[in-house]
């Protein structure tokens, strides 16, 4: 059961000792880099020192498949299995969040990232011309996707085999820089270059303009978990909370 709030009040974070970044794609992940080079950092009043590290596009289940690069997949992918994020959890007590968008939304800058590969190459790798057939192909049960889990669950990154969620806060993407600055007042702490601008990728045009009629049903079908659980619609968030917690 996910509590969604508008403030952090109730949260707890007075014993933490570093905060964990899980970035999911096309969620400006990129852009949340730590704000200095340096491995820690001092509380605004010098108090403590807390460290903040972002892990990347790391999984909570065992053997998460990725096509690697010698079979075709993204230049960069030379792996077969996606790291376990728990493998990084090593410092306690910790303090884990994510960014999520909404599902319409990410499928649009997925099937755009630079420069119209799709991110992770999916639109060479499955010889996708066009965001229509990206769109059948992903909500195609027989399309054998790149990284399956994030074909099954576009944020699949947050829960472990069990379907619990791993994280301490969700952040929507659409309330980011309010919400990360309400986060950084938590910890009395800047840990990250708010101003920092997100990738640009080739999506120049309102999400909503690249679907017809049909594709909104499609997505609204294969995604009905994303959209239902984190209370997303088409025409966006449906709620003006900036935080979900469990």
């Known amino acids: 059961m996910f509590i969604f709030r508008k403030d952090l009040d109730n949260l707890d974070v007075s014993d933490v000792k570093i905060i964990y970044f899980l970035h999911i794609p096309k969620t400006s992940g990129s852009s949340l880099e730590p704000s200095s080079p340096i491995e820690g950092y001092y509380t605004r009043n010098k108090e403590k020192k807390i460290r903040y590290f972002n892990i990347g596009h790391k999984f909570h289940v065992k053997n998460s498949y990725n096509l690697p690069k010698k079979l075709g997949g993204h230049k960069d992918f030379h792996f077969d299995f996606f790291e376990n994020a728990f493998d990084c959890y090593n410092i306690f007590p910790n303090f884990k969040f994510t960014l999520i968008r909404n599902p ?54 947050i829960f472990d085999e069990n379907k619990k969620c791993c994280m301490d806060l969700i952040i929507k993407y659409e309330y980011r820089e309010e919400s990360l600055k309400l986060l950084m007042d938590k910890f009395n702490l800047d840990f990250i270059n708010i101003s920092k601008k997100e990738r640009v990728n080739k999506k120049k045009r309102n999400y909503k303009e690249y679907y017809t009629k049909e594709m909104v049903e499609m997505v609204k079908n294969k995604c009905k978990f994303e959209l239902e659980t984190f209370k997303y619609s088409f025409d966006g968030s449906l709620d003006d909370n900036y935080f979900i917690t469990l």
């Open 104 to 157: 319409y939304d990410l499928l649009v800058s997925y099937y755009n990232h630079k420069p119209c590969n799709g991110w992770a190459s999916v639109n060479r790798i499955l010889r996708i011309k066009s965001f229509k057939d990206f769109i059948y192909k992903y909500c195609d049960e027989t399309t054998e996707w790149p990284q399956p889990l994030l074909k099954k669950n576009l944020f699949s990154q």
